[in-house]
Nanobody
Framework: QVQLVESGGGLVEPGGSLTLSCTASGTIFAINSVGSMGWFRQAPGKQRELVAAITRGGITNYADSLKGRFTISRDNAKNTVYLQMDSLKPEDTAVYYC????????WGQGTQVTVSS
């Protein structure tokens, strides 16, 4: 059993910043068991879309539209992935979901990010 716990969402004004974090815990047998980690988001009425992903070795992948504003990183010792979001726009409003590959895909419960004045 693997659990992903997200934190850091909330309300922010346009142009502001937020940092999301997500920690994997549970039945992780070896420190190198957690593979790729990342974030998706889903806005109301829209499909879930990839935000960013990072491999255990640190190779990153971003949605083209978010490059330069969002930064993904991870701490392998803590099984934690972070998403630094800068210059936030109202269209970034969505529920952000963390995922981690531990044998298979596992998902967090989602954290709401609202960008509004």
């Amino acid at each position: 059993q693997v659990q992903l716990v997200e934190s850091g969402g909330g309300l922010v004004e346009p142009g502001g910043s937020l940092t999301l974090s997500c920690t994997a815990s549970g039945t992780i047998f070896a420190i190198n068991s957690v593979g790729s980690m990342g974030w998706f988001r889903q806005a109301p009425g829209k499909q879930r879309e990839l935000v960013a992903a990072i491999t255990r070795g640190g190779i990153t992948n971003y949605a083209d539209s978010l490059k330069g504003r969002f930064t993904i990183s991870r701490d392998n010792a803590k099984n934690t992935v972070y998403l630094q979001m800068d210059s936030l726009k109202p269209e970034d409003t969505a529920v952000y979901y963390c995922y981690a590959v531990v044998g298979r895909d596992h998902w967090g419960q989602g954290t709401q990010v609202t960008v509004s004045s």
